[in-house]
């Protein structure tokens, strides 16, 4: 089982950071040497600013591009494939020294990515791959997908237990990150059933959660109403889980069925703190936001970058929240939000604390 260690993770972020600002050491600046001059700007566009988790990795961005000299504009889609070409578009028109997608149509974006490519303008991607392979990529920057997947699974068996029971997905099959997530938890559920003649745990319905909670809510209704003895729900993130919550609470079946999200937002912490949902894979959206703007400063500095950089999640259970700084104790609120990767080592949970989280809160 897959333990949280953020100090590891903090001191694998500091050293990728400082080995891709070795290959920045000659870059111009002002004459105030805490303010550098504006190099160039990075466009980014992401799927939406409606998920904060995107807010976050914004926030990452525009501050670690401006410890380089960059500027970031950074445009929400709203979900939108064809205003995200548009804003692609727009950005290779102001030959803006790199772009940076987050793709709402892994499919569709090879089209402009590729134009990119022929005006000369480096492309990265995070969060979500495109998956067309004639449209060249720099770097991809993300989350470990399938791996986070694959938590997702062992949270769900975890929590089923030895009797096991008949589970729902609530997907978002245009998204690759989200297509990785639920291949994942499939590996992982099929891992488990293996040689089994009883206590399997298997998926009768995968339904559009499309990341929202509004069509979470009304997956999850339909999930009930064609599958009443379900006894568990895998959402591929907060926002759709939180949806599925909603619609547990409504039925009255809130604590006969487990949620299974994705994320680690705010809203999904306060969630496993309250025993609504059972466990999150976290993602670390201000690591993912800084390793892209890393990234794209050392390419332009003529610095090889790897292709891939996933980053791996991490389990996040209710004893978990209970230790979160970011959480009060009653889970009304927060007082400030910071980034899941500042949590020290001495706040998490033990190991034996971990392990011995095998029931539903």
């Known amino acids: 089982m897959r333990i949280l260690d953020f100090s590891k993770r903090i001191a694998m972020a500091?050293?990728?950071?400082?080995a891709l600002l070795a290959g920045c050491s000659g870059d111009s600046s002002s004459s105030d040497p805490g303010k550098p001059e504006i190099r160039g700007t990075i466009g980014a566009t992401c799927l939406t600013l409606a998920n904060p988790f995107f807010v976050t990795i914004q926030r990452a961005m525009?501050?670690?591009?401006?410890?380089h000299g960059y500027q970031v504009v950074y445009l929400s889609a709203d979900q939108q494939p064809d205003k995200q070409l548009n804003q692609v578009k727009d950005f290779i028109v102001q030959e803006v020294a790199a772009i940076a997608i987050n793709p709402c149509n892994s499919q569709t974006i090879g089209a402009v990515i590729k134009e990119a490519n022929t005006a000369g303008v480096p492309v990265f991607t995070f969060d979500i791959k495109s998956d067309d392979p004639d449209a060249k990529v720099v770097s991809h920057i993300g989350t470990n997908n399938f791996q986070g997947g694959q938590l997702a699974g062992e949270a769900m068996i975890e929590a089923l237990g030895e009797a096991g029971g008949d589970v729902v997905v609530l997907d978002y099959q245009s998204?690759?990150?989200?297509?990785?997530r639920v291949r994942g938890?499939?590996?992982?559920?099929?891992?488990?059933?293996e040689g089994r003649s009883e206590g399997n745990i298997t998926i009768t319905a995968e339904l559009p959660g499309e990341g929202n909670e509004t069509q979470g809510l009304r997956a999850a209704e339909d999930a009930l109403q064609a599958h009443p003895d379900i006894t568990g729900i895998f959402a591929i993130n907060d926002p759709s889980g939180i949806g599925a919550v909603t619609a547990l609470e409504k039925a009255g079946k809130l604590d006969h069925v487990t949620v299974i999200a994705f994320d680690g937002q705010l809203i999904g912490k306060r969630a496993i703190l309250q025993g609504k949902i059972y466990a999150d894979p976290i993602?670390?959206?201000d690591e993912i936001g800084r390793r892209t703007i890393q990234s794209i400063v050392a390419h332009l500095s003529g610095e090889?970058?790897?292709a891939d950089q996933p980053?791996?999640?991490?389990?996040y259970r209710r004893e978990d929240a209970e230790k979160d700084p970011e959480l009060k104790p009653d889970g009304g609120g927060v007082t400030e939000v910071a980034p899941?990767?500042?949590?020290?080592?001495?706040?998490?949970?033990?190991?034996a604390s971990k392990e011995s989280n095998t029931k539903k809160p």
């Open 14 to 18: 500091t050293t990728f950071g400082a």
């Open 62 to 67: 525009e501050d670690e591009a401006a410890k």
């Open 175 to 180: 998204v690759e990150s989200c297509q990785e």
């Open 185 to 193: 938890f499939k590996d992982a559920l099929a891992k488990h059933n």
């Open 283 to 285: 993602q670390f959206p």
């Open 304 to 306: 090889d970058v790897p």
């Open 311 to 315: 980053i791996d999640s991490a389990l």
């Open 340 to 351: 899941a990767s500042a949590v020290s080592a001495a706040e998490k949970p033990s190991e």
